[in-house]
């Protein structure tokens, strides 16, 4: 079981995100949470620190963002 801790609150247009870090081998991972989503992560991207993967999760938020804004 991998044991999640809140890292951040973005505050979104589509409501409020939770970026979320936990420990694995390796590093670090990173995951969002956004109202009316499925839990966004990378479970590829492992990180040395619980702030680099949740920047990476954030740049992941903004893809998204832009994507939809292009859709």
Not at 44 to 67: K, Y
């Amino acid at each position: 079981m991998i044991d999640w801790t809140l890292a951040a609150r973005v505050e979104m247009e589509e409501g409020q995100a939770d970026i979320q870090t936990a420990p694995v081998e390796g590093g670090y991972i990173g995951r969002a949470l956004l109202p009316g989503w499925p839990p966004l992560e990378d479970p590829t991207f492992v990180s040395q620190s619980p702030r680099a993967a949740a920047e990476h999760v954030m740049a992941l938020i903004g893809e998204l963002a832009d994507d939809a804004r292009h859709h």
